[in-house]
């Protein structure tokens, strides 16, 4: 199996099992309790706490949570007043603000899925914007838009699940949203950035473990987090130049017969979506079974409908469908990305396409 999927999930990284192993094999200890066993897994719970930290703004607090869902769900419940969002934002943005009941304003995109930062409506509470879109890679011009909310009296979240540590956070955000198996950490565990002098009431009651948040901790999944980050730092640069590399050969390799949707410039490259006149992607990905890449969002992907991402491009329904996405990372070797482009190029001239 070619894995190109990174939009959906990235392969755990071996050092990030590697600090992850001692908590499941020995160090079972509630991080939470005054023991001895129980302080050190809160050193380390608290030592991947600065690691994911230093990826995020300063003067503010992390809170790990279940995942990324779970944290914009608690900084849009949490907030008051209206909320403002954009077209193509991650169905955790836009039902959980659907789901609060309270005035709700969407933002259109352009053609390549930009958003034009307009006039914040009164009685707005929160804007929330995708910093890199997960379907598209379009980067939105989040900064502006926190101009724009501030100026409003309103809270600014920053959905940077796909953003984090490949693209730098505006510092005048006040709520970030991030999960760890998109940088190659573990599934399970994600974190909600919480400015200071930004208080939230909870989202879950109970032990009030993380001041806010409540739930026993793995340090596990803390450690892997953690140490995925420091990798996200560490490999910034070795990660950006590999990434260009690949999105240069795969766009030669591609040639003729595919449109790229969405901004090529503004953009993260290691998302590649792309579409091919009356494709049939479903028999595409049938023929292609040992390629995981994608037909859209993981989280919508069987459900029939074209995505909402495509459409607010203003494509129609058989192109949304008639479209994929390519997704290479840390761990994609020249060689595979290449026979799996010619493997997908193959299968639709198949098709007659």
């Known amino acids: ?29 509630n991080p939470h309790s005054p023991h001895r066993a129980g302080r050190q897994a809160r ?15 300063s003067g503010g607090r992390v809170v ?46 352009d053609g390549e899925g930009l958003v034009a930062p307009a006039p914040i409506p009164d009685g707005t509470g929160l804007v929330a914007a995708m910093l890199v879109n ?34 730098a956070i505006p510092d005048t955000v006040d709520l970030v949203a991030i999960s760890a198996h998109k940088v190659y950490g573990p599934k399970g565990i994600g974190a909600l950035w919480i400015r200071d002098g930004v208080t939230l009431p909870p989202l879950l009651h109970g032990g009030d473990q993380e001041g806010g948040r409540s739930g026993t901790l793995s340090p596990a999944l803390c450690a892997g987090f953690g140490a995925a980050a420091r990798l996200m730092a560490e490999r910034a640069e070795q990660d950006a130049a590999r990434i260009e590399q690949l999105w240069t050969l795969a766009i030669a390799r591609l040639g003729s017969g595919w449109t790229l949707n969405g901004s090529a410039e503004r953009r993260y490259h290691g998302n590649l979506n792309v579409r091919r006149e009356g494709l049939d ?24 409908r074209p995505s909402h991402v495509l459409t607010a491009l203003g494509l129609g329904e058989r192109q949304a469908k008639s479209s994929i996405r390519i997704g290479f990372g840390r761990y994609t070797t020249d060689d595979e990305l290449v026979a799996a482009i010619d493997r997908i190029n193959a299968a639709a001239k198949a098709q007659g396409r």
Request: net charge negative; with cysteine.
């Open 281 to 304: 992607v479903a028999r595409l990905m049938s023929d292609c079974r040992d390629l995981a890449f994608s037909a859209g969002s993981a989280c919508a992907s069987g459900s029939g």
């Open 64 to 109: 790990f949570t279940s995942g990324a869902t779970e944290a914009l769900n608690w900084a849009i419940k949490g907030a008051s007043g209206g909320i403002v969002t954009t077209a193509i934002e991650h169905a955790a943005v836009l039902d959980t603000a659907h789901a609060t009941g309270r005035p709700l304003t969407v933002l259109p995109v």
């Open 1 to 29: 199996m070619i894995y190109l999927d990174y939009q959906a999930t990235t392969p755990l990284a071996p050092e990030a099992l590697k600090a992850m192993l001692p908590w499941l094999e020995q160090g079972h200890a």
């Open 134 to 167: 997960n379907e598209i890679g379009t980067i939105q011009p989040v900064a502006a838009l926190a101009e724009r909310a501030h100026h409003a009296g309103a809270l600014m979240l920053c959905d940077a699940v796909q953003g984090y540590g490949r693209v």
């Open 43 to 57: 050193a380390a719970v608290e030592v991947a706490r600065d690691q994911v930290a230093a990826l995020l703004p």
